[in-house]
Nanobody
C-alpha cells in the first residue's frame, strides 16, 4: 500500500495548514491511522490518532485544542487540520497506518507500518 502526504509548507506563527494523506493498495477503513512528526535532530513523535471509523481520536498534549484529525473512508484519505501554529510545530509530518488492524490505540512509532514519505511544515516569521 501507498501513503502520500500533501499540504505542508511555510506559515507564520498563528497561521493554519491542512495536511492530507491519500492511501491506496489496502482496505483503508480496516485500519486506524496516525500522524507523527519529527523535528530536526529529534525523534519522531506521536501527534494524533484516529480509529477506523473516526469515532476515537487522541492527540499529543502539545497539539490538543489546536490540531484536528479526520478521515474520509470513501475517499481513502486522512487529514490533519493545524491551527494556531507555533514555531515549535516545525517538523516533517508523517501519516502512518496502524499495523495491527485489531490493535489498541497506538502512540508509538513501532505501532505503525507502513509510513508516508513525510511533508515539511515550517512556522516562522
Amino acid at each position: 500500500g501507498k501513503r502520500g502526504e500533501e499540504g505542508g509548507g511555510w506559515v507564520q506563527p498563528g497561521g493554519s495548514l491542512r495536511l492530507s494523506c491519500a492511501a491506496s493498495g489496502f482496505t483503508f477503513s480496516d485500519y486506524a491511522m496516525g500522524w507523527f512528526r519529527q523535528a530536526p535532530g529529534k525523534e519522531r513523535v506521536f501527534v494524533a490518532y484516529i480509529s477506523r471509523s473516526g469515532g476515537i481520536l487522541y492527540y499529543a498534549d502539545s497539539v490538543k485544542g489546536r490540531f484536528t484529525v479526520s478521515r474520509d473512508n470513501a475517499e481513502n484519505t486522512v487529514s490533519l487540520q493545524m491551527n494556531s501554529l507555533k514555531p515549535e510545530d516545525k517538523a516533517v509530518y508523517y501519516c502512518a497506518t496502524r499495523s495491527d488492524p485489531n490493535g489498541s490505540v497506538g502512540f508509538r512509532v513501532s505501532d505503525y507500518n507502513p509510513w508516508g514519505q513525510g511533508t515539511q511544515v515550517t512556522v516562522s516569521e
